[in-house]
């Protein structure tokens, strides 16, 4: 520090002068610029001078915990990363509700195709038949049709998937023989059939008018109604459905003459033996020229 005038020295009095009349702190005052010497130690106690080299030592350690606490943050990142890497671990535990095996129970549905289908009764009135209440019957049950004398009836064959094999008219007098067809053709083929029989009310068209609207309508939502032959519709001669054979008879007219002589005409006793039902021995006896009726 340069001053213009410096403080009383500690005893009191003037300061002593040099020869020349300079102070001696003088010497001191013009010497900092130049930097030659140093003044005498002791001589102010109050220089500031020392303050300078205290700067860095205060700086020092300022900055020292300045950088430990940068090194702090990595170190708390650190442990961050860990939860994001142990987080991961999470999806294995959210993948584990494995809905799937749940889902996976849908499997139960082929066990509900185990009984027969129960689908929705056809409506006569899309075809424009005046019906009765529709009658649902199990093989067990196709000769307890009931239909009142001379009341005829159409009906729709379906297995137990569902699938419509064949659809037809009967009546009151043929309705049983002609659902023993069917229920032998389920027995042959292994399929558990069903009957929907639709007794058709007095009135309107004959029942052939009614089954051929029903069979255009079965084949128009694209059922194949693959028992059903009439109008050789399947392209091939005979019946459609299993085991009631072919018109054409395949026994001469000489063996079909004999058998009918043993059995009195009776067609049933005739179809055992040949293994044939009744109505297809019918057939072919007449495709051979003979009347079963007159055998009696």
Request: hydrophobic residues 30%.
């Amino acid at each position: 520090m340069s001053h213009g005038a410096e403080p009383p020295r500690m005893g009191g009095g003037t300061e002593p002068t040099r020869a020349g009349g300079r102070s001696p702190f003088e010497p001191r005052a013009t010497v900092e610029p130049g930097g030659g010497g140093k003044p005498p130690s002791g001589e102010h106690g109050l220089e500031p001078a020392p303050a300078k080299p205290l700067e860095p030592a205060e700086v020092a350690p300022a900055k020292k915990p300045v950088t430990p606490a940068s090194d702090a943050a990595p170190a708390k990142s650190k442990p961050s990363a860990k939860a994001e890497e142990a987080a991961p671990s999470a999806k294995p535990e959210e993948a584990a509700p494995s809905a799937k095996p749940e889902e996976a129970a849908p499997s139960a549905k082929p066990k509900e195709a185990g009984p027969p289908a129960k689908p929705e009764p056809f409506d006569m009135k899309q075809i424009g038949a005046d019906a009765e209440a529709p009658q649902i019957l199990a093989p067990e049950d196709f000769s307890s049709v009931k239909l009142k004398p001379g009341q005829d009836a159409l009906y729709i064959l379906r297995d137990a998937e569902g699938t419509i094999l064949k659809v037809g008219k009967t009546s009151a007098n043929g309705a049983v023989n002609r659902f023993s067809v069917y229920k032998r053709a389920g027995t042959l083929t292994g399929k558990n059939v069903q009957l929907e029989v639709h007794p058709l009310k007095a009135g309107g068209r004959n029942a052939e008018f009614y089954e051929q609207a029903l069979r255009e309508q079965m084949e128009g939502q694209g059922h194949a109604l693959p028992w059903d032959n009439t109008s050789q519709r399947l392209g091939r001669p005979g019946f459609g459905t299993p085991g009631e054979g072919v018109r054409k008879s395949h026994v001469t007219k000489g063996e079909m003459a004999e058998l009918l002589t043993e059995y009195k005409g009776n067609l049933q006793e005739v179809g055992r033996e040949l293994g044939l039902h009744r109505r297809t021995v019918d057939l072919w006896a007449k495709a051979l020229g003979l009347l079963p009726k007159n055998f009696k």
